[in-house]
Nanobody, 114 residues
Framework: QVQLVESGGGLVQPGGSLRLSCAAS????????MGWYRQAPGKQPELVAT???????TYADSVKGRFTISRDNANNTLYLQMNSLKAEDTAVYYC????????RGQGTQVTVSS
C-alpha cells in the first residue's frame, strides 16, 4: 500500500504561482512513476505531469513551460511548481503513483481567479 497526501492548493490570481506537494508513505519502493492529474468541473481528468524513476519528466502541452514537476527522494515528496497560472488551470489536482497498483491522493483544490 502507498498513501499519498497532497497540500498547497488555494486561491491565486491569474499570473500567480503555487507549489503543490504530495507526501508519499508506505511501500514506495514499488513506485515506478509519479505524477499529477487534474480535473475541472464537467471535464475529463487530465494528466498534467509525470516524473519517472530515472528522472525523466513529461508534461501536458497545456502546461509546458509553466509547470515543473520534481521530487525529493530523501523526504518522499513530490512537487508541482505552477507559474503563470491561468483561469483554465482551475481544478482539483491529484497526486498519482504508479506501481503494480495505481494510487491516488485525495486531491487539493486550485482556483485561479481575480
Amino acid at each position: 500500500q502507498v498513501q499519498l497526501v497532497e497540500s498547497g492548493g488555494g486561491l491565486v490570481q491569474p499570473g500567480g504561482s503555487l507549489r503543490l506537494s504530495c507526501a508519499a508513505s508506505g511501500n514506495i519502493f514499488s513506485i515506478s512513476a509519479m505524477g499529477w492529474y487534474r480535473q475541472a468541473p464537467g471535464k475529463q481528468p487530465e494528466l498534467v505531469a509525470t516524473i519517472y524513476r530515472g528522472g525523466i519528466t513529461t508534461y501536458a502541452d497545456s502546461v509546458k513551460g509553466r509547470f515543473t514537476i520534481s521530487r525529493d527522494n530523501a523526504n518522499n515528496t513530490l512537487y508541482l511548481q505552477m507559474n503563470s497560472l491561468k483561469a483554465e488551470d482551475t481544478a482539483v489536482y491529484y497526486c498519482n503513483a504508479e506501481g503494480p497498483v495505481v494510487y491516488r491522493g485525495q486531491g487539493t483544490q486550485v482556483t485561479v481567479s481575480s
